[in-house]
């Protein structure tokens, strides 16, 4: 069974703090996504890694594909308060389905 | 703008009813999804649909059924409601197939009581 965990769960920072939040898997993956979730909306899209080793950049969100494309990175600098929300990462299942990570909640707080 | 909405932002529900969510989508998108999503257990597909009348069961189908009877709708029934059905239920649909940017609706937040 593919599985993407989330570390960690919880997040809770000061505005203007650096973080990373990280998404591994044991099995291999051809692309990954990163979605967020603001309260009360469904999650949005931000961002597809495809190729092991891809650094791509969202202003200050950097997210980072594993050479091996078993896991993948999200790394928030100087977090504002919009940063605030469920990250997601998901990647497509054996069966051609999309599978989500369980997710971690970011707070920052002015 | 891809918009999805759902019928229903918060909806209360006893134990044995019947409850449809319904969904609809703005941008003829082939392809419609229902999900659930719980407190650490991120988003687990319930059924989805790559076509009118088509339809194919996800990984937790047990208690649900669905419909889908025009290209910009999906309904996610509910046959006898239980408790352990409340959740967060997400709807999306996407463009191009399961692994193609998916847009979702806002969510239905139900209750069983």
């Known amino acids: 069974t593919q599985l993407l965990e989330q570390s960690p769960q919880f997040l809770s920072i000061q505005e203007g703090e650096n973080l990373t939040v990280y998404c591994n898997s044991s099995?291999?993956?051809?692309?990954l996504q990163w979605y967020r979730q603001e309260p009360g909306e469904g999650p949005v899209l931000l961002v597809t890694?495809?190729?092991?080793?891809e650094v791509k950049k969202l202003k200050r969100l950097t997210f980072q594909f594993g050479d091996a494309r078993k896991d993948s990175s999200l790394h928030i600098t100087a977090a504002q308060p919009g940063d605030t929300g469920l990250y997601l990462c998901a990647g497509p299942s054996n069966t051609g389905k999309l599978i989500f990570g369980q997710g971690t909640t970011l707070q920052v707080k002015p | 703008d891809v918009k999805v909405t759902q019928s229903s932002r918060y909806l209360v529900k006893r134990t044995g009813e019947k409850v449809f969510l319904e969904c609809v989508q703005d941008m003829d998108h082939e392809n419609m999804f229902w999900y659930r999503q719980d407190p650490g257990l991120g988003l687990r597909l319930i059924y989805f649909?790559?076509?009118?009348?088509?339809?194919e069961k996800g990984d937790i189908p047990e208690g649900y059924s669905v419909s889908r009877e025009k290209k910009e709708r999906f309904s996610l029934i509910l046959e006898s409601a239980s408790t352990n059905q409340t959740s967060m239920y997400l709807c999306?649909?996407?463009?191009?197939?399961?692994?193609?940017?998916?847009?979702f609706g806002p969510g239905t937040r139900l209750t069983v009581l």
């Open positions: 890694v495809v190729t092991g080793g």
């Open positions: 099995s291999v993956f051809s692309s």
């Open positions: 649909s790559y076509d009118v009348k088509m339809k």
């Open positions: 999306a649909s996407s463009l191009q197939g399961a692994l193609d940017t998916q847009y």
